[in-house]
């Protein structure tokens, strides 16, 4: 009863103070009241700091990634379930991670941008909105260069760099001179030409081919260019069908290792 006068007149963390974690998920799963989900993000507040040092210098501010697992973490209250057995601390830091790195792939920088550039490049562009209202005009690479103390190049670097922040669709269309229909982009990004894969592949295979003796290179070429069984190969060779068959797997074995080292 005492407890429960408490409740009424006294304040609520002092109330909940003396709860343990199960207790609080217990309460929480029957009222949803938004003062224990409070209290139990307090508590564990630190498994969000911890798990957010460790996207510390990787093209987003810590802050941004506090907040974000900070979400993860309400997200795996709400979730959470005593009676599974497992502690909170590993159920949650799964999900917090997983938050973050939605938000990383979302955000972050498609193309691995030194950290060097990816600061200026924020600085450029903080330089360039402050230039703008300055001079009543577009800012050239000059004026931003001599703003920041930086050279003129490193303005350009930091300029081209900030495009692969955020990619372009490949369902953008160009405007084409004299043409009625647009042009998309993946008209005009190149692809790999599936010839020259052929012709490495055919190389390759003419080259591991040679270096296998008369038995190795029957049984290949009968099992994946005639697609003959193993059973019929050891019927031709008078040997048994477990002799083809160890045979086949030391040839595709050394076949796999030749590739291995071209690949290189």
Request: hydrophobic letters at 35%; one cysteine or more; proline letters at 2%.
């Amino acid at each position: 009863m005492a407890k429960k006068s408490n409740k009424k007149t006294g304040p609520r963390d002092s109330f909940y103070a003396d709860k343990s974690d199960k207790e609080l998920f217990l309460l929480y799963r029957e009222n949803k009241d938004v003062d224990i989900r409070n209290e139990l993000i307090n508590r564990n507040l630190y498994i969000v700091e911890i798990l957010s040092k460790k996207f510390i210098n990787k093209g987003i501010e810590y802050e941004d990634i506090y907040q974000v697992a900070s979400l993860g973490l309400i997200y795996a209250i709400e979730r959470f379930d005593t009676d599974k057995g497992f502690e909170f601390s590993s159920f949650a830091t799964p999900t917090i991670i997983g938050e973050i790195k939605k938000y990383f792939r979302d955000k972050g920088w498609s193309i691995r941008v030194p950290r060097r550039i990816q600061e200026l490049s924020k600085k450029v562009n903080t330089a360039s909105v402050f230039l703008q209202q300055q001079l009543h005009r577009v800012p050239k690479v000059e004026d931003i260069a001599n703003y920041l103390g930086c050279s003129q190049e490193d303005v350009l670097e930091a300029i081209d760099a900030s495009y692969v922040y955020k990619p372009k669709s490949l369902d953008l269309s160009y405007d084409n001179d004299g043409d009625d229909k647009d042009i998309q982009l993946m008209d005009l990004v190149g692809s790999e030409d599936k010839s020259f894969t052929n012709i490495e592949n055919k190389d390759f295979l003419e080259r591991a081919m040679s270096k296998l003796n008369e038995i190795e290179l029957k049984i290949i070429n009968d099992r994946f260019f005639s697609n003959k069984t193993q059973m019929a190969i050891a019927n031709e060779l008078g040997v048994s069908q477990m002799t083809v068959s160890r045979i086949e797997k030391k040839v595709l074995s050394k076949l796999k290792k030749e590739y291995e080292k071209m690949s290189l």
